[in-house]
């Protein structure tokens, strides 16, 4: 049996995960352990005013982020089409508006395929019916990308996924804005009701 590895080259503390959809974008958090990630919130997407991008950036500052994970919706042959660049688009938008507060926090693009399916079984396996899911369904699919991300960082004992950039800003090697990027392969706007009832499969 293979022991998890030790905590190596990824930041320790809390973490937000991201679903990003057209109408609603989903938040999840993890303790500062990483060790589970639980749901959050959900918020209306306003992608005229970016108002929801906002909020998250200002709950990474009063949560004390240490790193957000944004998912990255590829098909099952790893293709990325429309929804992963407006994925894309939205991690690099965050990194801007917490550029723009003085948070250094990166954001980072993982793989979140089949989150949503997953997020709708488990709401199943916990009893909650159908008509009802859609109020909670994308901070559950958050929730799910969070534990993918720190669980691969615990496993692995290094960074996993891709870092994102604003448009504007240099990365590392300062040549300005940045083209999409893939992942690594070594790896105010209503907001709805925060859920109630639901914990995750095991842990009732």
Same mark, same amino acid.
């Given at each position: 049996?293979?022991?998890? %590895?030790?905590?190596?080259?990824?930041? @320790?503390?809390? #973490? !937000? *995960?991201?679903?990003?959809?057209? =109408?609603? &974008?989903?938040?999840?958090?993890?303790?500062?352990?990483?060790?589970?990630?639980?749901?959050?919130?959900?918020?209306?997407?306003?992608?005229?005013?970016?108002?929801?991008?906002?909020?998250?950036?200002?709950?990474?500052?009063?949560?004390?982020?240490?790193?957000?994970?944004?998912?990255?919706?590829?098909?099952?042959?790893?293709?990325?089409?429309?929804?992963?660049?407006? %994925?894309?688009?939205?991690?690099?938008? @965050?990194?801007? #508006? !917490? *550029?723009?507060?003085?948070?250094? =926090?990166? &954001?980072?693009?993982?793989?979140?395929?089949?989150?949503?399916?997953?997020?709708?079984?488990?709401?199943?396996?916990?009893?909650?019916?159908?008509?009802?899911?859609?109020?909670?369904?994308?901070?559950?699919?958050?929730?799910?990308?969070?534990?993918?991300?720190?669980?691969?960082?615990?496993?692995?004992?290094?960074?996993?996924?891709?870092?994102?950039?604003?448009?504007? %800003?240099?990365?590392?090697?300062?040549?300005?804005?940045?083209?999409?990027?893939?992942?690594?392969?070594?790896?105010?706007?209503?907001?709805?009701?925060?859920?109630?009832?639901?914990?995750?499969?095991?842990?009732?």
């Amino acid at each position: 049996m293979n022991e998890a %590895a030790v905590p190596g080259d990824y930041p @320790l503390g809390v #973490k !937000l *995960g991201v679903d990003v959809g057209t =109408v609603r &974008v989903g938040v999840a958090v993890c303790d500062r352990d990483g060790i589970l990630a639980t749901p959050l919130r959900t918020l209306e997407r306003n992608a005229k005013k970016n108002t929801d991008v906002r909020i998250i950036a200002a709950l990474a500052v009063e949560l004390g982020v240490v790193e957000i994970f944004v998912g990255l919706p590829r098909t099952m042959k790893g293709e990325e089409h429309a929804s992963a660049r407006m %994925a894309t688009d939205y991690a690099k938008l @965050l990194a801007g #508006k !917490l *550029g723009e507060s003085g948070s250094g =926090v990166p &954001v980072r693009l993982v793989d979140e395929r089949l989150s949503t399916v997953s997020a709708h079984r488990h709401l199943h396996e916990a009893g909650m019916s159908s008509r009802n899911h859609r109020k909670v369904v994308d901070q559950v699919a958050a929730a799910g990308i969070l534990q993918h991300a720190i669980d691969m960082q615990k496993a692995r004992g290094t960074e996993v996924g891709s870092r994102v950039y604003a448009e504007s %800003a240099p990365g590392p090697t300062g040549d300005g804005a940045h083209a999409s990027p893939a992942l690594d392969e070594h790896s105010a706007p209503r907001i709805l009701p925060k859920m109630e009832g639901y914990s995750e499969p095991g842990q009732q």
